[in-house]
């Protein structure tokens, strides 16, 4: 998805507690939902259980302890707050003896994780397709809004998840990635077929949905709101924007890619609309002979 800034090894938090040797971060620090971490701390307190009902512990496992009672070993500043760990933060020393949900800056923290949904945009219906007319747009589909202090907060538009239907996956960037415009900066898979989506704007990647993370239907199902992909700090922002669509060029470009579609559907499978008619959600889904590959290079201008 682009390069890692600035850490290239995403050591896991269980490593560099020292409860394990090596094992590197594959879930974002995102300890809630990774099984890796409900493991061992299940183990962890399984071990607790039986030391405290004197029964004897063997094996590997036998030495698994918190990754917290593992740091409160450590004696001033080598006692560093779990956000300095993940890389979150440069340096912050733990006050609290790890017991996160009593430290006011952990909470702080965690608050600032769950970013707030996005101001709908305005919206104007082609064809059924909801086409946002106060966000940029890319022509690989992807959405592009303006926020405060200069972010740029990225989706895929309601065109590219009616054509292509619900995802099984979203493949998303990690935070520190670099965006390119034009390169991929993305990909959905559905029924284990991939599609590459390009990026709309250079720059870091500073926050990602974790909902989408854990529901990738969300980008069909809402794309404007709930279903938001991350946030980006651009780097060429200027320039970016002058090779996006806005306002009634968005309604205009959106129209031409439906009557191709329109053309694809009736020259391939024979569909044609009525007067005034919508083009069926999930069109990959009701025509697969259309071709994933075909929608994908036609439409997202990958594959």
Known sequence: MGQKTPRENKYCIWMQAGVVKYKLCDHNYDCNTCPFDQAMAKTAEHNIALRQAGKPMTGKKAEIVAWQDKMRQRAGLDQQCRHMLTGRIPAYYCAYNYECWRCPFDQMLEEQLEVFTPRRPQVQEIFGFQVPTSTYLHCGHAWAALENAGRIRVGLDDFSQRLLGPADEMQLPD??????????????????????????????????????????????????????????????????????????????????????????????????????????????GHYPELGWERLVREFLLTG
């Open 175 to 284: 935070i520190g990635d670099q965006s390119r415009q034009g390169q991929m900066g993305l990909a959905l898979a559905r029924n284990h077929k991939k599609a590459a989506v390009m990026a709309p704007v250079d720059g870091i990647i500073e926050a990602v949905n974790p909902k989408v993370r854990r529901q990738p239907r969300l980008a069909h199902d809402d794309p404007y709101g709930e279903g938001w992909l991350f946030v980006i700090n651009p780097t060429n922002l200027k320039p970016n924007l002058e090779n996006l669509l806005f306002g009634d060029d968005n309604l205009a470009w959106t129209d031409k890619q439906a009557h191709h579609l329109l053309g694809m559907l009736e020259s391939s499978v024979g569909v044609t609309l009525p007067d005034g008619g919508c083009i069926v959600d999930d069109v990959y």
